[in-house]
Structures are given as structure tokens and as C-alpha cells.
């Protein structure tokens, strides 16, 4: 894990790994706690973690030394007791230069006589003493004898009398306090801790009433009461530059207002502050660890900060009063995540009415007008780059903006610690939480399921938390998705088996079928045979289930029967557990959308995909003295192995991934010692180029059924990864056209895409063919490089991660990625690339003026165009002479025949126009012939002219009519 640095805002300064152990260490023979922040002393925070103890520098985080206890010094081996005991580390703790670890001896249990793990009992106790160089310095196991330099009280043993010892400062060694004075308990109190604060023996007991501290004269052996309350806390701080015992209590029901009261004790045992506060809940449990501070404020009064953390793994900063801020730590453990969508805007409110009331109409209409309206403001903004406008209208537009693409989805988590989590993926806020701690308290299994993912009219996205207990107890508590409020009964619906004597839940899971917007239907079987359908429906269609047990290995298949009460079984099948263990388990996404149920090669063949929405894909770890995994692809419903293969020096940990006809996990090899990828490809056969057409059959069953299906043929590889994979997840959109890509989470923090391409199991081992390389396969090397341009994490390192998962946007370019562990990460990745959507920076301004410039010369082109059909069409007709026989010098106006034609552009548009061209062309003919009058001009020249103003002139259809009769007459 991390020893981590916030500020007093929350925000996280720095982060250091603690290591539980080192390779060459023991673990049978080492054994600890749980990470323990133990001191803050000068500046060094000391953590205890399992079989280690590191000293970490608070100013910048870095590590300034770690000890491991080593089976192999001799001071360990002689004064501990090597054979048949092991070392469980207790406690540490400063005094001075040097460092001291408390440390219990403990019997080791032996299983096959070669290896143990030490007991909870202890027989002995012994302090281990460090130098500066790390390196043990002395070890004593008679506690008379421990160098200590400061007073430090510890209990050895529990109970209602413990034996304490005190070590004092004077160097006389250790006294045991009860042994002139014992301590007296109170009946039915148990001591849970003891130790010094200020120079004050601490004791803090708890019994059926709650917790008690008091402190302990040890002169006297007196006890005497501080505070008194569910759950106390107490550490030692320095305030003022005094050494003070600062301790905090909380009480209230948990789920509710809780009283925390905080309180500080100087080194006389007078107390000079003790406040109480009623602090609200807000949705969290108990609180599990409080951390108080005491302070004097500039006013000269003293003030008090706690740092809370509640039973659902939240950190909350309580400061005058209020919550400062908040961190959601639980997520740290979730197991599974699922997302939903938002609740649109238009959701309506008045039940589940299909048209609203006029007023919620009227509120909705004005609820589009003022959309638009900041739509318009956006697009200006965009338009004009103007940091004022954008400023107006960015927070609704990138809203507005996130909600058409289904970028605004919900991710909600579920943690180990039974709290349900919901981001927002847009701004990784919390969006609504609900802690479950104690709702869910006993249960055997915790699973999240959507029930509806997208909102529909009046109904919004639901989630489902499913928990079952050892009994056969099923509680079903179904979540709005956009508020985490509770739909129908608090609490949930209550489940449970038909036989009076319980049995447990063997399978949860929706039934298929109804319409993607629609809450669907749950099964549920138990191991007695009995089903219950929730919500029940009138016509029950034909049901299949399976159960499988990894520790027996047996995997059996279910029909539903009477009406959907009860089960018979139909198949089954064992992996013998003498012979190969059930390792890993992966399922198929529900969800997960196929374009296609073909593949198209390079020749125009086609490969057909093996999409059995049954098959099961489950690694098993053979026993055999030669080792290695077996890959199975198991057919639920039938129980058939469709496809098995042996995979050598294969050792877990073992990660799968089913999608569409692939199977792909990771594993060690042992051998090379080096991760591998392993992909297994499914087919149900091949038509040739020329075998699909309208009279071929391809011989294909309509209806698919898992009983008489022959089995698929199954293609497998092996590549090498130079990282370990920690996760595999594989990217998914709305319909399946992108190209998929698998998502791994490797060891060093870092996310990858990886084109499911490249771990295609038909790249060729040699030169790929010609219609290989047309359908895109390259040469097979067993090395996968990692492509810093697939890394989607890009330069974040994205720590201890448990689950990748992935949801499809409203754009089918796109596909939303959460990688939720010790941190959260949310992205949006493009296996094809953005080919339905413009970029962020995308010049608008610039788009807009191209087009407008465009069509401004379009306008000028068109303009020049008609004129100078105009202008050939004019020049071509005869021009006017003189009486001299010289021609005419041609007009510059805005007529349309040049010369003699003076008449206007727009009146030639008439018949009246053309016969006043016409006379007039007659006319210069005639005075350019100097002996003929009008009437004697040649009627060619005359046809010539009106053929002239047909062919070029542009003239309506009533127009051209009259012409041509005019050219008739002519004749």
C-alpha cells in the first residue's frame, strides 16, 4: 500500500510505498500486523507494515530506511528460537537515535512438515533494538533487560487482569505495575490497549457499555476516568511545546448525528479542553478511527481539527464545526463497477403520466428556449474566440455538449466495505454515495447489477446491489442511478428458499429479453432446486442456469421448470480436483454490441465467428508434477468443452477477457520468467469467395441450440509482454463498428490499448501472402512492444488498479475506460479514431469565412459569366456603317447589341425588344449598303441575327416562341 500526505484542503501532497517484505525474507517465519502509522516524531513518520518497519521523511515523502527481521542473522536465530517458532512484529517505537521493535514469539504450525505459519498465541516477548545503520543492534527477550530510555507502557496478554509493565526514565529497567498494586478492572470490561501519553500510563477498556480511558497510578494502581463513549481514540502531542494526551470519543448510532467529543490532558493529569459537537452522518456509518489535534488559535483560545475515518472507508476533515472536505478511500477496494446514465432534464414529475400537465409543459418549452438560447451564446462565443462570451455560456455549452455525445455518463462502484460509490465520468465528482456497511453485515457475496441503463420518459437509470448470506437469505435493493435513492421498500426486496432448512444462493442473473430501457427481470436459483423470478412474469420462457463450484470443480446446467419455480437438472461436468484446480472464471459481457457475425479476409472469403452468448471460458491449474495451466471454453448449457488447450509453465495470477469469439488472458510463465498473452480465437467454418450467393446454402441452422451446435474451431497463440498485467479489460460502443481493443493495466501504473489485432492467433509464421497483407495480418513475432502512442494513461501512473471497465458513448468512435484500485482513473479512448467528431480546437471562425468567401465567388463568377454571354452574344450581330462606308464606332452603355442596338439589357427580355433589334439591324444594313432601302435588306441577314439572339440570347419559353414565329415569317 501508501503512506500518504494530504493537506489541510485535501489535496494529495505526496505518496510513499510501504513494502511488506523483500525477496530472501521468510514469510512463514515473519509475520505482522497491519500497516500501522506508529510516530511522527521529528519529523519521521515511522509505519509498521506486516514484517517491515519504514521510516518515512514527512517533509517530501521519501524513505529514509526500512528493516526487515532476516531468518538468517544469527542474533534472530540464537535468541528467537528459529525451529518451530516464528516472529510476529508489535510494535515500535522511538526513543532517541536508536529505534525498538516489540516483537512476540509464536509456535509455528506445520502442514506438511516442510513449512508453518506462526500461531496467534505468543509464548514469549522480545525487543529488538536498531543502530543507525539498520542493522540490529541487541536483542533481549527477558523484558528486565530492555534499553529503554523513555517511559512507555505496554500490556502483555489481555483480558480482565493484565500484567503491565512500565519502563521508566531513570534506566532501573522494567517493573511490573501490578505486581504491589494491581489494577483493577471493571467487571466485563476487557483491556484493548495501554500505553504512555505525557508522561501518562493509558489504559482504554471496552465492555458491553461501550469504551472507557483512563489513565493509571501506577503508585497506586488506581484507575481514573477521562472519557467514556461508543469508540475513543488517544495519541500524544505536543501542544504549546508540552507533551499532552489529546483523545476523542464518539457516540451516537452509526448511520445517524453522531457526538464527538475531544479533549486534552497536560503530563499533571489536569485537563484544559474538552468540547462537544454533534456532527452529521451524511450518509456514512460509524466512524471506525479519529484522529484529533488541538491547537491554539490566534485569539489566544485553544481549537481543535479531527480527521475522521468512517467504517465505509471515508476520510473527513471536521474543522469550527463543519466538514472541510472529504475523500472517498473506499474506492480503493472496489470490486466491480457498472455505468448508467444521467437522468435527462426532461424527466418528468408527475408519476408516470406518457403527456405532462400544461404547467410542466410550459416549464419545459421555456426549459428549451433558454437551451437554445445559451446554444446560440456558444456558438458566438466558438465563433468570435471571445473570452467574455465563452465565459457566459462554456459551463452549459461543455454540459450540453457532454450530455449529446453520452460523455456525462455515471460510473458506480461497489467496494469490499459494502459502500456504493457513484461518479460523475465528466468531472470525477461523487455524485451520490450510499454506505451499505451495515445493511449488508453477514453477507456471504455482494454483487452490483443494472437494471436500467438509460433513462426513459418518467423512469430513471436503476442500479440493483445484490447481497446473499450463508443461510440462502437474498436481499434485492434496487437504486435510482442518477441520485442513489432508494426504489420501492427501503431496504429491498427479501428473498429467500423454499426449504424450511435455507440453502445457499447458487445463481443471480437478469433474464433475457424486453426492451433495453425496460427494469428486466431477475433469477434466482438456489442449491435446494428452488427458482423465483423477481419481479414475476405471466409467461416464463424456457430458462437456463448453471452453477459451478471452484473447489470441487463441478460444473453443472439447469432448465427452469414449473412455471419458473423450481429447476431440474440437464448437464454436468467435473474438473477433478485431484488433477487440475479451478483458477480463474470469465463470462462474456451481456451488453457488449457485435456489427458483425462474419470476418472478411483478404480474398473475399469469409470466416465465420463462433457468438455463443453461453460459453464460459475457465482456467484450471493442473496438480501434475508437470505443472501448467489448462485453458478450457465451456459451453454452460450443454456442459461440452468446446475448445481446451495446455499451457505450460503457466502459474498464476491469471487475468481473462472474453469478447465477441476471442478469449485472451495473461499468466507467469515459470520458465522464462516473464509475462505472456494467450489469445484463442473461435470459428464456426469458412465460405469460399464464390460460395455466398442466391443459390448456395450454406447450411447453417436457423435456431442455435448448445445441445446439437457442432463445436467451433479454435485457433490459439502466445505472445510475451514485458510488463505484468494487473487488469484486462477490452473497449465497447454503441454499435459495434470500431475496431476492439484490449485494455491492460500493467504493474508500473501505466494503461494500454492494444489492437485485438495484434494478438490475432492467424498471423501467418512466415511472409504474409497477398491476401494476408490485404487483409491486414502481419508476420507473427512472438514479442508484443509496448506503443508509447496506446498508452491511454498517458504520463499518470494509475496505482494498484483492480478492475478496467468500459461503456460505449452516443458517438461509435467512442468508448468510455475507468480503471478503479488504489486510484480512479476515467479517459475516453478512439480505437478508430474520432471519425464522427470534430476536435476540441477546431477552427469555426476560419470554416465560416472559407464557405462565405466561397459563395461570394460563386456570385461574382456567375455574374461575369452572364455578362459575357451577353457581350459574345451582342458582338456577333452586323454593325452599323456610315454613309462613307466606315464603320461605326461601337456604344459603351449598358446596351445590349453594341452599334446600331443602343436599347437597354432588360427591355431585349421582350418580344417588342427583340423586333426593335431586329428592325434596327435591318436598318444599319440597309444604311450600310448605301442603295437599298430597309425593306430590301436580304432576309438571310435577317434569320442570321434572330439565330444570333436564339442561341445566345437567354429568353423565357414565351419568348423564344414568338422568335422562332418572327424567323417563320422571315422565311
Known sequence: RFLRLLSSEGTLVW???IQPYVVGVDEGFVRGVAPQLLSLAKGVAVVLAHNSVTFVRVANGDILWQWYPDPEDDKLLTDLEREKRGLKLAHVYVAGPSVFVAACVAPLHFSDGSSGTPSDACTSAALVQLDDANEVARISADRKDFPVDSTTLRAIGGGTSPAMFAATVDGLGVRIAGEKHPVAVPTGSTVR???????????EMCGAGGCTLATVDL???QLKTLLQADAVWWQEEEVDGAPSLVAAGARGPSGGDRELTVLCVVSSGEEFLRQALVMPAGGHSGFSLVYPRV??????????KALVRTDGDALMMFSAGAVSWEREESLASAKQAVFVDQTPPRTLTSGNDEVPPLDERLRLQLRDLQSAAADVVESLASIARSDGLKSLASVHAEASRNHKFGFDRIAVLLTDVGTVVALQATSGKVAWRRDLHDVLRGASRVALFVTRGRAFHHAASEVAVLASYPDGLVRFMSLDGSTGADVGAPGGAMLRPRSPEGAPLVRAAPVPGGGPNQAPTMLFAWADGSVELYPAIADVPQLYYHSLDETTGVLESFRVVANGTASESVARMVFPPSAEQVVAVSYPRADDMVQSNAHILGDDSILLKYLNPHVVAVITRATAADGGMYVNVVDAVSCRVLFRVHQRNATPPVKTLLVENWLIYAFWNERAKRTELGSVALFEGMLGTYDLNPFSDVGREEVFSSFTAPPPIGLQKTFAFPRGVRAMGATTTAKGITSKHVLLSMETGQIMSLPLRALDPRRPEGEPSKSEKAEGLAKYTPFIHINPVGVVSYNQTVAGVRLLQSSPARLESTSLVLAAGLDTF????TPSKAFDMLAADFNYLLLLLTVLGLVVTLAIIAAMNRMRKLKAAGGDLPRPRGRSGAPSVPHAGNGVVRGALE???????????????VAAATEAAASSSGALTSGEVRSSER???????????????????????LTQELR
Open 15 to 17: 505518496e510513499a510505498p
Open 193 to 203: 490497549a495501554t500505553g504512555v501519553a505525557a508522561g501518562l500510563a493509558v489504559v
Open 219 to 221: 503508585a497506586k494502581g
Open 295 to 304: 491547537f491554539r488559535r490566534r485569539d489566544g483560545f485553544y481549537g481543535w
Open 826 to 829: 476515467f479517459t475516453r479512448v
Open 903 to 917: 436599347l437597354p439589357g432588360n427591355e431585349c427580355r421582350s418580344v417588342v425588344a427583340h423586333k426593335r433589334a
Open 943 to 965: 434569320r442570321t441575327t434572330l439565330s444570333l439572339i436564339l442561341q445566345r440570347w437567354p429568353l423565357s419559353r414565351h419568348e423564344e416562341r414568338q422568335v422562332r414565329q
